[in-house]
């Protein structure tokens, strides 16, 4: 289960029915991630999706945090914390192991192609 859908999943079971606030920052945080990846893409420059993963990867970090929150309430066992915090890191080093491939590669993206 990908975190941006972990979000989601988690909100919906019976534990959370009153957890309203709590609730949507899960959801945010969660969805951030993508939104974040897919806003950087949709600059069309390799530093600002660079920044822009970086931003996903903080929201990603703070679906970790709540994920903790939701297991200290008692909303959520420990194997389920555990499967998800575990999957947001093989996320993370992913994100990471983008960053540092863009900042290696020469290619400045569409937006600033043919400045010096």
Do not use: C, P
């Amino acid at each position: 289960m990908k975190i941006w859908k972990f979000g989601r999943w988690l909100t919906v079971q019976d534990k959370f029915t009153k957890e309203y606030k709590f609730k949507d920052q899960i959801k945010d945080s969660s969805g951030s991630v993508m939104d974040n990846i897919a806003e950087g893409f949709g600059r069309e420059s390799r530093l600002e999706f660079i920044n822009f993963l970086g931003i996903a990867k903080g929201s990603l970090y703070e679906s970790q945090s709540q994920l903790y929150r939701a297991f200290d309430y008692g909303l959520i066992s420990e194997e389920v914390r555990d499967i998800h915090f575990k999957e947001a890191e093989i996320i993370a080093a992913k994100i990471a192991a983008f960053m540092i491939y863009l900042n290696k590669s020469l290619v400045k993206g569409k937006k600033f192609k043919d400045r010096e």
